[in-house]
């Protein structure tokens, strides 16, 4: 079945130093792949998303490149900031064998980024 | 409020008892999922509505767990003669397509629950 494997946490680094959170995928489809952020006391929410090989996602400063060559989906940020304390979920969406479309996770990285 | 709204947010139970959690989703958002965060691990899918049918329940553990959505909008997810190994955050989830390759989920912030 599907799978998404993500670097395990926690992740601590100083307020402007380079992110690299990196992720993994297993599927038997053409996927979607998707971050998603929890930031503390809110429910998850989406950070970026790409649908097809080659596609860059990006936003709030976040980048990750859809390499169908390595099946991978690898988050960056360039200068994190103390706000971007949360933790980070890599998933991928693919058609199940019922017929619809689900989410698969991976376990999550928590990023904490001291002053 | 606009979001997702998960009641109750924190569900202390004791082994062996039923429970009912609740899930209003975004306002014309016709699709609806419930998936299971267990300490340390991702959400797992369970259950998705499209309207008021379930779609796809391939997630659901065993006969235990239970959802309905009557009248396709506010969703209910049902846990008889509960277990400890149940204790996990309960996600809900809306989204406007349906079954889509989009993945934009909306989620609530969860249920948590605890049996003991």
């Known amino acids: 079945g599907d799978s998404v494997t993500q670097m395990e946490g926690p992740v601590t680094l100083s307020e402007e130093a380079f992110l690299t959170i990196n992720c993994t995928y297993t599927a038997t489809g053409y996927p979607s792949l998707f971050w998603y952020v929890q930031y503390p006391g809110e429910g998850l929410q989406l950070l970026l998303k790409?649908?097809?090989?080659?596609d860059k996602g990006s936003n709030k400063g976040f980048e990750a490149t859809y390499r169908k060559e390595t099946t991978s989906f690898h988050l960056e940020k360039g200068s994190v900031q103390v706000s971007d304390s949360a933790v980070y979920f890599c998933?991928?969406?693919?058609?199940?064998?019922?017929?619809?479309?689900?989410?698969?996770f991976g376990k999550g990285t928590k990023l904490s980024v001291i002053p | 409020g606009a979001g997702v709204s998960q009641t109750p947010s924190n569900k202390v139970t004791e082994k062996g008892k039923y429970v009912e959690l609740r899930c209003d989703p975004i306002s014309g958002h016709t699709a609806l999922y419930w998936y299971r965060q267990s300490l340390g691990q991702g959400p797992e899918f369970l259950i998705y509505f499209q309207g008021t049918g379930a779609a796809d329940d391939s997630g659901l553990p065993n006969d235990r767990f239970f959802a309905v959505r009557p009248e396709g909008s506010v969703s209910t997810l049902k846990i008889q003669r509960t277990e400890r190994g149940d204790s996990a955050v309960y996600l809900c989830?809306?989204?406007?397509?349906?079954?889509?390759?989009?993945?934009?989920?909306?989620f609530g912030e969860g249920s948590r629950l605890t049996v003991l």
């Open positions: 998933a991928l969406s693919d058609l199940s064998g019922a017929g619809s479309y689900q989410l698969t």
């Open positions: 989830a809306s989204s406007l397509e349906g079954a889509t390759n989009t993945g934009e989920l909306f």
């Open positions: 790409a649908t097809k090989a080659d």
